[in-house]
């Protein structure tokens, strides 16, 4: 595991991943379910488009946003991107996940865009912030 003052792992690093995504692209709308799966000694198993890209945003992004440090409130834009909603559950390096992402204010949406490949890649989840 990591935490403060730990070397953030690396995309070849043997970071445990065993991740669930259910995706909604609109209120009351059908469910997009994606899976991602990495553990040591075994292939990578996923059914997302670019699987590669979601490990490496997971393993760049993933401890700040599933796990984030309590801080003072932070200022977000007051911007829509979209009514999509994606749920993440599962572990991450052993911890338990399970974290909600939208597209409903600034910091939302960088959020998003931070862990696009994992969140199925679409509209919505790519582009520039």
Do not use: K
Not at 15 to 20: G, P, Q, S, Y
Not at 38 to 62: I, K, M, Q, Y
Not at 66 to 76: A, D, Q
Request: charged fraction near 15%.
């Amino acid at each position: 595991m990591t935490g403060a003052g730990a070397n953030p792992p690396t995309p070849d690093s043997d970071l445990d991943l065993d991740l669930t995504v259910t995706l909604t692209e609109a209120p009351g709308g059908p469910e997009r379910t994606f899976t991602l799966a990495r553990r040591p000694g075994h292939p990578l198993e996923s059914n997302l488009p670019d699987p590669a890209g979601a490990v490496a945003a997971v393993v760049r992004f993933g401890e700040g946003i599933f796990f984030p440090v309590p801080g003072p409130p932070m200022l977000c834009t007051q911007q829509y991107g979209g009514p999509q909603v994606a749920v993440v559950t599962g572990t991450f390096g052993g911890r338990q996940v399970h974290s909600r992402f939208s597209l409903t204010d600034g910091c939302e949406i960088a959020r998003w865009h931070a862990l696009a490949p994992l969140l199925g890649g679409i509209s919505g989840s790519t582009g520039a912030v």
